[in-house]
T-cell receptor, first 107, second 118 residues
């Protein structure tokens, strides 16, 4: 089992809809969880981090963490075409990355 | 805040030569920096962890004698690809973790260096 797993996508959502991106991890002792966005040909940029169970909201983005079930998700409300990118889930201080989910927002 | 720069952004070199890539944290200090490599349509692959004042820690399968890392200050880490070959052509990205306490949290990425070896 991979340490961090994501569905590679592409995940297609219409403009204005909610995009839901999911990530599961294998190390039950993981403490730190991050979501990064990467546009094609560019380096990743940090969107959100979450350390505690529950939801964390920042603008249109909500990160959800469930340590018992070992998953972390990212919700993007009111999706915009500019949100089209690959979203990387990362776990822990040393940071193990998932392979990323490609999101396509259709105008 | 939390800006990381890389230089150069693109480099083309001939097979057998060496290339140095610099990673700088511009507005914060970073005890820890990471070096990644990313091939087209693949995820980031961690190559090594660079720690200021000590030897870098390399991931399994990464040749430390080929990818020399120096973290001489709290704002600068360098990666030197020695005796580069075409298969080393890739997108090299560094990241820096704010802080000097040894407790790492979020990391901030540089814009990347695209290396092409001909």
């Amino acid at each position: 089992q991979k340490e961090v797993e994501q569905n590679s996508g592409p995940l297609s959502v219409p403009e204005g809809a909610i995009a839901s991106l999911n990530c599961t991890y294998s190390d039950r002792g993981s403490q730190s969880f991050f979501w990064y966005r990467q546009y094609s040909g560019k380096s990743p940029e940090l969107i959100m981090f979450i350390y505690s169970n529950g939801d964390k909201e920042d603008g249109r983005f909500t990160a959800q963490l469930n340590k018992a079930s070992q998953y972390v998700s990212l919700l993007i409300r009111d999706s915009q075409p500019s949100d089209s990118a690959t979203y990387l889930c990362a776990v822990n201080q040393k940071v193990t990355f998932g392979t990323g989910t490609k999101l396509q927002v259709i105008p | 805040g939390a800006v990381v720069s890389q230089h150069p952004s693109r480099v083309i070199c001939k097979s057998g030569t060496s290339v140095k890539i610099e990673c700088r944290s511009l507005d914060f200090q970073a005890t820890t920096m990471f070096w990644y490599r990313q091939f087209p349509k693949q995820s980031l692959m961690l190559m090594a962890t660079s720690n200021e004042g000590s030897k870098a820690t390399y991931e399994q399968g990464v040749e430390k004698d080929k990818f020399l890392i120096n973290h001489a200050s709290l704002t600068l880490s360098t990666l030197t690809v020695t005796s580069a070959h075409p298969e080393d052509s890739s997108f090299y990205i560094c990241s820096a973790v704010p802080g000097t306490s040894g407790v790492s949290y979020e990391q901030y990425f540089g814009p990347g260096t695209r290396l092409t070896v001909t």
